[in-house]
């Protein structure tokens, strides 16, 4: 048994225990670990209504259950993105309350046909801006292995709930980093997808012309696999639907990159655990192909601005659009908006070409290579505070992210895929993460990689899934 949620899913369908009695346990441990920060807002009501439909429905409807890979399985949603129908998005911010709340998106509805038992939003930084989830609104939101360090950002909430066993899985998104840092920062399994792969519509908002995405914080490899089975393909714009790629079983061209430049160095030990994966990768026949940090370098720095950019306009046009008070957002919020609406449509546009020549280096690159394997931060999680809102130099809190993670903003500005998970871990028992990119379409092969590492076992999950039977 793994301890993830294909694991909890199991022992409800073999009837270990009930639908409802999994949602009371991951109730109960929200409460127990509240002062970690993880949740925003928690609606009870809701997650056992829905924990007793999914019990109804292995009664009276058994066929239909079983066919739904996580029936009955507690979920939690990111408090930006989705949206999901009764479940109050703010985005970490006092500009918008908590109440209605809207119909559900096409990839809310494909959680819910998963079998998922939603009750509430995880913490998020206003508007995503951070990789650390400490909105002034709160809750601040701790890391689980170390409550003096944080989360990561901005699904930090949603990682630090699947980290303390609060759920098994949490809805997560992606713009800049911010499902795979925080998975990182938290011993999780976190993948970018391809861009188009997962749908956005029907209004197809929150997309930041095409670099954010959407997925979930995950224990285990093989939930990242079933989850993005479940909720990828059919998106029906605003990007075509990735060509499918079968998983490789023959050798691969592994690129490895062991440096981040002298700009953003990264620690020894997380370099070392990125070549003790390129070894394990070895060993199973694979071929190491050194890269430098030359060929990253311009592609780094373009896909930074064009973060920045994109950022800033969509936070500008948002305000605007909704006719938002942004007076009472943070100092940082507004000091991006400001930078937006005084960003040059030329400077934007420049921006957004460097943006496809990014995607073309890549693939130029993926020409020599079939994957990539590279560092996720340069540190171990930052203690809290390291990411303050309360200033107004945008360019400042830019390099501190870009310092945490050189290669955050990669995968999305390109639109390629990419997966993080934990290779073993550091003296003060932090994990010791790594990335892997991928061509286009091809999540499969990053799985298969993945999983491959995984089974080393050189990390254990510290705390429980709520609910899971030992």
């Known amino acids: 048994m793994r301890g993830d949620a294909t694991d909890l899913a199991a022992a409800i369908r073999h009837g270990k225990l009930s639908a409802a009695e999994a949602m009371q346990t991951s109730l109960e441990a929200a409460a127990r670990r509240k002062p970690l920060g993880a949740i925003a807002h928690l609606d009870a009501p809701m997650g056992l209504a829905s924990a007793d439909d999914r019990d109804l429905e292995r009664r009276s409807a058994p066929d239909r259950f079983a066919a739904r890979p996580f029936a009955g399985v507690p979920a939690l949603v990111k408090d930006l993105g989705g949206p999901f129908a009764g479940l109050p998005v703010t985005a970490g911010s006092r500009l918008f309350e908590r109440k209605g709340g809207e119909a559900d998106s096409d990839l809310a509805a494909r959680f819910r046909e998963a079998g998922f038992c939603l009750f509430g939003l995880t913490t998020s930084p206003e508007f995503g801006l951070s990789l650390a989830s400490e909105p002034a609104i709160g809750p601040v939101c701790r890391n689980p292995l ?28 992606d713009a800049g980093g911010s499902i795979r840092v925080p998975a990182a920062c938290c ?18 908002g929150n997309h930041l012309a095409g670099i954010a995405s959407e997925l979930a914080v995950c224990r285990s490899v093989r939930d990242t696999a079933l989850i993005f089975d479940r909720l990828s393909g059919k998106s029906r714009g605003p990007f075509p639907d990735p060509s499918p790629a079968d998983s490789d079983n023959g050798r691969l061209r592994i690129g490895l990159l062991a440096d981040t430049g002298s700009a953003y160095p990264t620690e020894g030990d997380r370099l070392a655990a990125v070549e003790a994966a390129a070894h394990t990768l070895e060993g199973n026949g694979h071929e190491i192909v050194p890269l430098s940090w030359a060929d990253f370098e311009w592609a780094v720095a373009a896909s930074g601005r064009a973060f920045a950019d994109i950022v800033s306009v969509n936070l500008a046009a948002l305000i605007e659009a909704a006719a938002l008070d942004g007076s009472r957002a943070e100092p940082l919020t507004q000091a991006f908006a400001a930078r937006g609406r005084a960003l040059p449509a030329t400077s934007l546009w420049n921006t ?26 340069s540190s171990a999680p930052l203690v809290i505070g ?20 050189p290669l955050a903003c990669l995968a999305n500005i390109s639109g390629f895929p990419a997966l993080t998970l934990p290779f073993g871990q550091d003296e003060h028992a932090m994990p010791l993460p790594v990335q892997i990119m991928a061509p286009m379409g091809h999540e499969p092969r990053l799985l298969s990689l993945a999983a491959r590492l995984e089974a080393d076992e050189r990390w254990q999950h510290r705390f429980p899934v709520a609910g899971l039977p030992s």
Do not use: Q
């Open 187 to 204: 011993g999780l399994v976190g993948m970018k997808p391809t861009r188009g792969a997962i749908p956005g519509g029907p209004s197809f």
């Open 146 to 173: 170390d409550p003096t360090r944080t989360a990561g950002g901005s699904s930090g909430g949603a990682a630090a709930a699947v980290a303390a066993g609060i759920v098994a899985i949490a809805h997560a998104t």
């Open 352 to 377: 957004l070409n460097e943006a496809v020549l990014v995607s073309h280096k890549l693939w130029a690159l993926f020409d020599r290579v079939d994957c990539i394997l590279m560092p996720m931060l």
């Open 386 to 405: 390291s990411f303050p809102s309360d200033h107004a130099d945008t360019d400042l809190h830019l390099e501190r992210m870009t310092a945490f993670a």
